[in-house]
Each structure stands twice: as structure tokens, then as C-alpha cells.
T-cell receptor, first 113, second 114 residues
Framework: AQSVSQHNHHVILSEAASLELGCNYS??????LFWYVQYPGQHLQLLLK????DPLVKGIKGFEAEFIKSKFSFNLRKPSVQWSDTAEYFC???????????WGAGTKLIIKP | EPEVTQTPSHQVTQMGQEVILRCVPI?????FYWYRQILGQKVEFLVS????????KSEIFDDQFSVERPDGSNFTLKIRSTKLEDSAMYFC????????????FGPGTRLTVT
């Protein structure tokens, strides 16, 4: 069965630190890749997505992610985090032929001011 | 900015009762989804709906579940006879079209089955 793994369940960083959250998936065919964020008390929101083309995608709020097909990875990065980035981050994968998203377990990110 | 809305925000029900969770997707969107997240677990896909029929469903979405778009604006999830293990946060989502596939999520309904 297809699965999505997020390596860290909890990450604590200080402001201005660099961030990288890992995401690996197990499906070998064509996939679409997503990172969603859920700020405390708010909806899930799309941060960025990859469908095709440049494997380095830029999203909102200074986030970016790199699709490395050979590693089945789609890691999320931000060079300098802010306190307001405190949230839960979810990686999700969609097989090209399907409708559903398959989700990772999420990473809770806490930024210390 | 248009958004997906869900009601109620929290529903408490007794085991064996029927519940209906309501969603109002963004008005020009064509594809609709239900997901759930049991506390401490992953978000799980339940069902997708397009053109007034189910386009895909997961193993979770058994005969106890049904979806409907009764009036062109609401999108409902019905659980016929709730079980304790149905306690979860239920999220509705919608997308405009499959090419762009940006899912817009509602705030969720927390269902507690006692």
C-alpha cells in the first residue's frame, strides 16, 4: 500500500534557524506532491505543490520544497523561521490517476521566540 | 477570499445514532471530499464526489457512510449508526478542477461518539 512518511513528529527551533522537514513516499508511479500547514485553530492550508517541471517549488511565506524522484522525497525547507511558523505541517501525495490524497502523520513545529 | 464552511463545529452523539455532517464547498468548485483524522493519527481519505456521484472511496467508507449533495450548495456526510471508533475530526474539502488540484479545506467538525 502507498504510504507517506514524515520523519519528525515534533521539531523545536529558535527564531532565525533554518528548517528542513522530511517527507518520503512509497509510490513508484507519477505523483503529485503537497505540503499543507495547519496553524493553531485554523484550517488546513496549502503551502506548496509539485505537479511537474522544476523540482524546486516555492510556496507561500518563504517556504520551498524539492522533489527528488530518485529518493522518493519532497522535503520542505525555509532558510529562516519565524515565531509565526509555529504550526503542524503535513506532507501529502496524490497518485496521478486517483482523486485522494494520502497523508503523512504531520510534524508539529514549535518556534521559540 | 471564498472558503469552505462546515457545521456543526462539534457534534456529540450516542453510539448507534445517525449523524449528518454538513459542508458548504466553494461555490464554483466541482470536486468534493471528506477526510477524517482520529486524534493522534493521520488524516485519512474517506470519499470523493464529482458530478453527483462518488468517484473514489476508501475502505473506511463502508455501508454506514453516505454522501449527498442535496441542493447544489451543501455536501453532507451521513453516518447511519455511529460507533465509538467514528470519533474523529471530519474535514470537508473542495477543488475547482483536477488539473490545478488545490484542495481547500473546511475547519472541520469534531465528532464525539459516547
Amino acid at each position: 500500500a502507498q504510504s507517506v512518511s514524515q520523519h519528525n513528529h515534533h521539531v523545536i527551533l529558535s527564531e532565525a534557524a533554518s528548517l528542513e522537514l522530511g517527507c518520503n513516499y512509497s509510490y513508484g508511479g507519477t505523483v503529485n506532491l503537497f505540503w499543507y500547514v495547519q496553524y493553531p485553530g485554523q484550517h488546513l492550508q496549502l503551502l506548496l505543490k509539485y505537479f511537474s517541471g522544476d523540482p524546486l517549488v516555492k510556496g507561500i511565506k518563504g517556504f520551498e520544497a524539492e522533489f527528488i524522484k530518485s529518493k522518493f522525497s519532497f522535503n520542505l525547507r525555509k532558510p529562516s523561521v519565524q515565531w509565526s511558523d509555529t504550526a503542524e505541517y503535513f506532507c501529502a501525495v496524490k497518485k496521478d490517476s486517483n482523486y485522494q490524497l494520502i497523508w503523512g502523520a504531520g510534524t508539529k513545529l514549535i518556534i521559540k521566540p | 477570499e471564498p472558503e469552505v464552511t462546515q457545521t456543526p463545529s462539534h457534534q456529540v452523539t450516542q453510539m448507534g445514532q445517525e449523524v449528518i455532517l454538513r459542508c458548504v464547498p466553494i461555490s464554483n468548485h466541482l470536486y468534493f471530499y471528506w477526510y477524517r483524522q482520529i486524534l493522534g493519527q493521520k488524516v485519512e481519505f474517506l470519499v470523493s464526489f464529482y458530478n453527483n456521484e462518488i468517484s473514489e472511496k476508501s475502505e473506511i467508507f463502508d455501508d454506514q457512510f453516505s454522501v449527498e449533495r442535496p441542493d447544489g450548495s451543501n455536501f453532507t456526510l451521513k453516518i447511519r449508526s455511529t460507533k465509538l471508533e467514528d470519533s474523529a475530526m471530519y474535514f470537508c474539502a473542495s477543488i475547482l478542477d483536477r488539473r490545478r488540484y488545490e484542495q481547500y479545506f473546511g475547519p472541520g467538525t469534531r465528532l464525539t461518539v459516547t
